[in-house]
Nanobody, 123 residues
Framework: VQLQASGGGLVQAGGSLRLSCATS????????MGWFRQAPGKEREFVAA???????YYTDSVKGRFTISRDNDKNTVFLQMISLKPEDTAVYYC??????????????????WGQGTLVTVSS
């Protein structure tokens, strides 16, 4: 497995979780790292992405609550989630792309994927 996500779990609404994703892929192929999520019965959707320089962008529904960051030395990307809501319940996937993936939000633009980690937010 070249991308390994972890940190999911069960949390009450208003709580916090921090997801991590470690990669063994090359730095160039992971210039852009992102998080997507898939709720039950729904399509996979973009959550956040970060480039090598630490620039970020988010989907509107998580702005102000989620923070994506990365440790380039450890080839790891993080997703800090606060003020979680039941609608944040989903399987969260980390993904990676080369430099051309910057600004993209479609899963087809991210060639590398990890296995998902389940986040469940109870009301």
């Amino acid at each position: 497995v070249q991308l390994q996500a972890s940190g999911g779990g069960l949390v009450q609404a208003g709580g916090s979780l921090r997801l991590s994703c470690a990669t063994s892929k090359s730095a160039l192929s992971m210039a852009i790292m992102g998080w997507f999520r898939q709720a039950p019965g729904k399509e996979r959707e973009f959550v956040a992405a970060i480039n090598w320089n630490g620039e970020t962008y988010y989907t509107d529904s998580v702005k102000g609550r989620f923070t994506i960051s990365r440790d380039n030395d450890k080839n790891t990307v993080f997703l800090q989630m606060i003020s979680l809501k039941p609608e944040d319940t989903a399987v969260y996937y980390c993904a990676g792309a080369g430099p051309a993936g910057w600004g993209r939000r479609d899963q087809a633009d991210f060639p590398s994927w990890g296995q998902g980690t389940l986040v469940t937010v109870s009301s």
